[in-house]
């Protein structure tokens, strides 16, 4: 309640650097100073921000500018002797009457909505009930893509898609939080959830028993336009004393489970932020250069591995497990990690007999601007967007739930390499990208020295016109244990906001 901006003023002078969990300093300013000063937004509350949108002539505010929705002033007793009982459903439309105002004010066709935590799910329940259900109470057809009129992009900060769950408890501590409500807290669990994302029109077929919380029906909010930032550091999560991050277990940022953080389809990226404190996940470099390249990107990076028959040679109950972290020429940060060490590699289903197994396995997306400032080398403008995959592949002998060592090497990976690609954007009369890429073990300089070549040229390999779809080999030394036809595919896609007005 004390903090004007509800925490997305905030920033961080500290980042996880090394192995040993040791902090080195990085000042990262807040994400709301990075928009004003990186794309030029503006912040004008003026004492209170709905008082101002009330009095402003319509379209006379700058749409560039950022608002801030404080659902839970009407409930605590900061402003109110007799504070309101929360709702979850009048919060949500509360929000949509803000949309409204801001939209008529600004003159702006759509919102941008950007959320940590429960408002991921408030912002949830804007978009698959309370739009859909009030402008079909205005005498407009039932849409459940309603919400688009209204919000172009929706990215969210840890945000409980799936509810909370627990790792301890075997199921109890849920049934008795979602029977006895207490604090609220149901909102978290599978009946609520289904209510304030259910509307009402659609019950009758979408009913609870075949209700998933991760999913949006494919006749709604496209899922395309939303982000899942999701944390895999519960160590710094220190709410309650620990006991929350106790309690959720080692595979969550402290209070949301990894698997609970992302809607079923949508893009994501997994980062090692705790939920909120000095390790938090909004308060980050690596938060915020996922949400600038989401809300403004014009250039979807989708990854994938091809080919791969894993395990073809070894004995059943070895499992493949693959380490994944993307690097960004100019970042001090990775924006996609997943690792063994944080609980959340990518499972390699192994090659089995009769099974060949090698179709894609989707590794990650991510999103370029190919309008934004580029970083300088020796005082030039690099002309490419220049990232780096890095990849280790690593397998551990697993049989009836238990792990054997009597063969393995602790930390030693069975595979390991970066593949570093080049990307220019489209230009004037070239309407897709074009790419260059190369495996570092085959480079003979340094990775900052990588001038790629001719063979270095990814070809163009999908003749669909609206995207750009390149291949690239594993170093032959690897394809004996990889796939003698593994491979990893990059798809470039354009993208652009749809501004059609409200």
Known sequence: MDDPFYGFSQGSVHVRADGNGRAQFHQFESPMLRLITDHKYEVPVHGDQWAFLSRAETASVNPASVWIYRFYDGSSDTFSRDPETFSFEEAAADLFELIKLVLEKTGAPKVFLVAHSMGGLICRSLLQRVIPEALADAGEVFDPAAGTKYVARL?????????ITFAIGFGVLERIR???AIQGADIFG???MYEYLTPAPVRSTRTRENFLSTEIPDDGFPVDEVFCLVGSNPEDYDVAFGLSSKAVGPRSDGLVQIEN????GAPLAVVHRSHSGRYGIVNSEEGYQNLQRFLFGDLKVEVQTVGFTVGRDAP????????VGLAIRGLPVLVHEQSAEHYCPVQIERWREGDPIDSPVPLLTTFLSSKAPRPRVGGIVVP?????????LMSITERDGHFFFDDHLEQTEDWQDTLLVEIEPPSEGRLLPRAWAAWNSTVRAAVRDWDPEDKDFLEDTDPAPEHWSGRIEVPEISRDLLGHNAGIRI?????SLDLGSA
């Open 155 to 163: 990215f969210t900060y840890a945000t409980p898609h799936g509810g």
């Open 178 to 180: 979602d029977a006895t």
């Open 190 to 192: 599978p009946d609520r």
């Open 261 to 264: 953080a992302a809607v079923r």
């Open 316 to 323: 059943p109950e070895v499992v493949f497990q693959l380490d």
């Open 384 to 392: 490419r967007l220049r990232h780096a995959l890095n990849l280790r």
């Open 491 to 495: 798809t470039v896609t354009p993208r």
